[in-house]
């Protein structure tokens, strides 16, 4: 027999324990061999009740580090739900009674009981089709319980065990739903702390549903201080390694980009604690699988930055990328301060910008026309380089031709605004620069029909 306070092990007759003198009791007045104390001391059989009878436990669905989920019935009406138990660390069961362990304190006890049900109310207000629905949360058996949705489906950990590295259309999907999911937890001022492929369940119409917050598991086990169950290697940032370290947005989107990272590689990616030194040891997906689009692969690094303010910082900025409009954090800033008027600054956050990700199309664009306004020689450096990464964008060829003009280099100048013009004939800045230089090579009637044009 197990001893239910120190687990150390008994002759089955044994009236109290030889390890540390607790009096021992058999379950059902009889003396069960060690493997069915074993057994009793850690789950809830099949038909315990709770809350009065209301809700029996069918079944085991799974353990995590601080908690028991089963599989369950809400008596009145049959209905399946999902019934998550706080375990604590080194408990055990006596009946259904939890035993805490001797060294936590009835003051921690307390506290996480108090942050387990907290943690349910605060699901319970984040009503999304892609979160798991809460619907009671209550105190019991000396622990606490929470009463939530039953998703009948595999976690997308299973499906990734089951079939391997998944198409990027189906993550995309995905996870554009964690996101949206993340949008309404956010808008609450919470954070979800734990997603991971095991933490997004796919329901029968192959949807995903976000469960488990993490603020609870990420509490606990500060209280016990062991970092392998505050975090979670591989999809967590290096903010979580930090225990007063504040949480943000950008942390649940790094675990995002973690997962994804991983659903297209086969790999975990490298710890962040391990990724510190320069240069960052982390490998670029497409390394690994040259099937992960070139867009994927940016939204992923990006989203994994060490910097917390380089990654995405809101779920809209996520899902935008991840449909293809991926604006990074400096660019966005950049445009910001040009909107304030703060020119100068928005030229470095540029060029910061570009720094990162050297084939930014639409970022090098918008510097040159804001380098047009600060420096000449900046203006020509950067038009050309925004012509060589996009040709097809007169605007490239505009601010080109706008530094030859101030140059008194009228034939370049007419040879860059034509071309500006052909690719962008409703930009009416390209039109008036091209009659000015149309004029000054004494093509007065040419440079009369352009400038008509944005009055027609």
């Known amino acids: 027999m197990l001893c239910p306070t120190c687990l150390a092990e008994n002759p089955d007759n044994a009236t109290e324990c030889k390890t540390c003198g607790a009096p021992l009791e058999p379950l059902d007045g009889s003396s069960p061999s060690p493997q069915t104390s074993s057994s009793s001391l850690l789950y809830l059989q099949p038909g315990s009740l709770l809350m009065n009878g209301e809700y029996e436990i069918k079944s085991v669905l799974g353990q995590g580090g601080f908690g028991i989920t089963y599989k ?37 006890q307390r506290e996480q ?7 349910a109310y605060n699901q319970h207000q984040c009503q999304h089709p892609n979160i798991a629905q809460v619907y009671y949360w209550l105190e019991e058996n000396n622990t606490a319980y929470i009463i939530m949705q039953f998703i009948a489906g595999n976690s997308l950990f299973g499906i990734f065990k089951d079939e391997g590295i998944l198409e990027e259309a189906r993550v995309k999907k995905y996870f554009i739903q964690v996101a949206e999911a993340l949008k309404i937890i956010h808008l609450k001022n919470f954070q979800h702390r734990d ?9 029968g119409n192959d949807n995903a549903i976000l469960i488990d917050f993490g603020a609870a598991r990420e509490f606990i086990a ?33 675990a995002c980009c973690a997962s994804m990272y991983e659903l297209l590689t086969g790999k975990l990616p490298t710890e962040a604690v391990n990724r510190t030194s320069y240069p960052d040891p982390l490998i670029a997906p497409r ?18 930055k060490m910097n917390i303010k380089e990654r995405f910082q809101t779920a809209d900025d996520l899902i935008d990328a991840l449909n293809g409009n991926l604006t990074s954090p400096s660019q966005k800033q950049a445009q910001e301060f040009v909107k304030q008027g703060k020119l100068n600054e928005a030229s470095r956050m540029y060029a910061r910008c570009l720094k990162d990700d050297p084939t930014n199309k639409t970022a090098a664009i918008e510097y040159a026309l804001v380098s047009i306004h600060i420096n000449d ?6 038009a050309k380089k925004a012509i060589q990464l996009n040709p097809n964008d007169g605007r490239g ?24 013009v052909n690719l962008c004939p409703d930009q009416v800045w390209i039109l008036a620069n091209y009659a000015w230089a149309l004029g000054k090579t004494n093509n007065w009637q040419q440079a009369a029909l352009e400038i008509k044009k944005p009055l027609i």
């Open 287 to 304: 390394q690994i699988n040259s099937n992960v689009s070139e867009l994927m692969e940016k939204v992923i690094l990006m989203g994994m």
């Open 113 to 119: 009981i108090q942050l387990f049900l907290l943690e």
């Open 222 to 254: 500060g209280q016990t201080k062991k970092m392998t169950q505050i975090v979670t290697p591989g999809y967590a940032p290096l903010e979580q390694y930090i225990e007063k370290s504040q949480r943000y947005p950008a942390t649940d989107f790094y």
């Open 72 to 108: 369950g019935v809400y008596r009145p009406n049959g209905a399946e739900v999902a019934i998550k138990e706080l375990w604590p660390e080194q408990a055990v069961r006596q009946g259904n009674n939890v035993l805490w362990s001797p060294t936590i304190t009835p003051q921690q």
């Open 397 to 420: 060829y505009g601010v080109l031709g706008l530094f030859y003009c101030r140059q008194g280099k009228w034939t370049e100048a007419v040879t860059n605004l034509k071309q500006a």
């Open 377 to 382: 020689s900046q203006a020509e450096m950067t």
């Open 195 to 203: 997603i991971k492929p095991e933490n997004i369940l796919i329901d």
